[in-house]
């Protein structure tokens, strides 16, 4: 749970700078958005990765 917490943290400081340097005039619309998207599909597959993880580790707790 902690690793989520921490996945969702960082999601959130990133979509912070994405939306800040498009505002800056550094991005466009477009790229923000697809910043934006690009960004949720890597946390999702972080938290897919960890779910993974934390069912393999059950797994193991409860065979032992």
Same mark, same amino acid.
Request: hydrophobic residues 30%; charged residues 45%; aromatic residues 4%.
């Given at each position: 749970?902690?690793?989520?917490?921490?996945?969702?943290?960082?999601?959130?400081? =990133?979509?912070?700078?994405?939306?800040?340097?498009?505002?800056?005039?550094?991005?466009?619309?477009?790229?923000?958005?697809?910043?934006?998207?690009?960004?949720?599909?890597?946390?999702?597959?972080?938290?897919?990765?960890?779910?993974?993880?934390?069912?393999?580790?059950?797994?193991?707790? =409860? =065979?032992?």
């Amino acid at each position: 749970e902690e690793a989520r917490i921490s996945v969702r943290k960082e999601r959130e400081k =990133t979509q912070d700078e994405i939306r800040n340097l498009e505002k800056s005039g550094g991005m466009g619309e477009d790229e923000k958005f697809r910043s934006l998207d690009e960004l949720q599909k890597l946390v999702d597959e972080a938290n897919k990765n960890l779910e993974n993880l934390f069912n393999k580790k059950e797994a193991e707790v =409860t =065979t032992v």
